[in-house]
T-cell receptor, first 116, second 112 residues
C-alpha cells in the first residue's frame, strides 16, 4: 500500500538557518503531494501542495518540489523564524491500483524547534 | 469560508462506553474524512464519506462507525471504548482531492 516516510525529529535550528525536512513516498497511482503544519493544540493546516511531477508548491517562504524519479517531496525554507516551530506532516492522496476513491496517507510528522 | 468545526473539544469517557463526535464541514465541501492522531504520531485515516456514502475506510474495527448528513456535517461513533482509543480525533473536509484537506481543531478523547 501507499506510505510516506519523513525524517525523524526533532529538528532544532537557530533563527535564520536553512531548513530541509526530507519526505519520500511510495504509491501505486499518481498521487498528489502535500505538506501540512500542526501548531500545538490545533488541527492540521495545509501548507503547500503539488499535483504532478516537477510541480513546485510554495507558501510562506516554504517550498517543495514533486520529484517523481526519486519519489520525494522535501520541504525547504531559506530562513526559519521562531514562529515556524511546529510539527510538519508530509502526505499524499492517491486513487490506488483499484481505481477507487482517493485515500490520504500521512507521514509520522517532524517536529521543528527554532531558537532565537 | 466558515472552516471545519468540531465538537466537543475535550471529552472524558469510561472504558466500555460509547461516544459520538461531531463535525461541520466547510461550506461547499461534500467529502469528509475522520482521523485518529495518537500523541506524537501522524493522523491515521479512519474513514471517508462522499455525499452520505462511505467511500473509503482505514484499518479500524467496525466499532468505529460514522454518518454524513445531507448538509455534509458528519458524526464519528465509537462503541465499547478501549483505553487505546484515547487520542485526538480530527475531521477534515475537501472540495477536490487535489486541493488538500481543511482540518478542524479536533476532539481530544480520553478513555479512563
Amino acid at each position: 500500500g501507499d506510505s510516506v516516510t519523513q525524517m525523524e525529529g526533532p529538528v532544532t535550528l537557530s533563527e535564520e538557518a536553512c531548513l530541509t525536512i526530507n519526505c519520500t513516498y511510495t504509491a501505486t497511482g499518481y498521487p498528489s503531494l502535500f505538506w501540512y503544519v500542526q501548531y500545538p493544540g490545533e488541527g492540521l493546516q495545509l501548507l503547500l501542495k503539488a499535483t504532478k511531477a516537477d510541480d513546485k508548491g510554495s507558501n510562506k517562504g516554504f517550498e517543495a518540489t514533486y520529484r517523481k524519479e526519486t519519489t520525494s517531496f522535501h520541504l525547504e525554507k531559506g530562513s526559519v523564524q521562531v514562529s515556524d516551530s511546529a510539527v510538519y506532516f508530509c502526505a499524499l492522496s492517491d486513487r490506488g491500483s483499484s481505481g477507487g476513491s482517493y485515500i490520504p496517507t500521512f507521514g509520522r510528522g517532524t517536529s521543528l524547534i527554532v531558537h532565537p | 469560508e466558515t472552516g471545519v468545526t468540531q465538537s466537543p473539544t475535550h471529552l472524558i469517557k469510561t472504558r466500555g462506553q460509547q461516544v459520538t463526535l461531531r463535525c461541520s464541514s466547510q461550506s461547499g465541501h461534500n467529502t469528509v474524512s475522520w482521523y485518529q492522531q495518537a500523541l506524537g504520531q501522524g493522523p491515521q485515516f479512519i474513514f471517508q464519506y462522499y455525499r452520505e456514502e462511505e467511500n473509503g475506510r482505514g484499518n479500524f474495527p467496525p466499532r468505529f462507525s460514522g454518518l454524513q448528513f445531507p448538509n455534509y456535517s458528519s458524526e464519528l461513533n465509537v462503541n465499547a471504548l478501549e483505553l487505546d482509543d484515547s487520542a485526538l480525533y480530527l475531521c477534515a473536509s475537501i472540495r477536490s482531492y487535489t486541493y488538500g484537506y481543511t482540518f478542524g481543531s479536533g476532539t481530544r478523547l480520553t478513555v479512563v
